[in-house]
């Protein structure tokens, strides 16, 4: 069983930055793949971003692309999501999830594990 905790959320002004960390419980150089999802309120859960764990690449939502940044660092089996000039349409709350053995992507029905989630409030 994977744990994963999310932090780093917080209410902030538009164009300001935010950096979120999602600690697992496990070590991350064995986990597939590392995605961060996010829920608007009345909206379904979308896919942000994703790290694969063989080589390090990353994938993004168009509507994150250039702004959102995902890295981990495998010493403490951290991910993190670094935000960037955000918006207030990225107001929700922000999940971090493990996929163990599927192709990398933002199905998120093809996620193992996932935290309780961090919220993410941006004000206009």
């Known amino acids: 069983q994977v744990q994963l905790l999310e932090s780093g959320g917080d209410s902030v002004q538009a164009g300001e930055s935010l950096t979120l960390s999602c600690a697992s419980s496990h070590r991350i150089a064995g986990q597939h793949c590392m995605g961060w999802f996010r829920q608007a309120p009345g909206k379904e859960r979308e896919g942000v971003a994703i790290?694969?764990?063989?080589?390090?690449?990353?994938y993004y939502a168009d509507s994150v692309e250039g702004r959102f940044f995902i890295s981990r660092d495998t010493t403490i089996n951290t991910v993190y999501l670094e935000m960037n000039n955000l918006k207030s349409d990225d107001t929700a709350i922000y999940y971090c999830a493990v996929d163990m053995s599927t192709p990398c992507g933002f199905d998120e029905q093809s996620y193992d594990y996932w935290g309780q989630g961090t919220q993410v409030t941006v004000s206009s």
């Open positions: 790290i694969r764990s063989i080589n390090e690449a990353t």
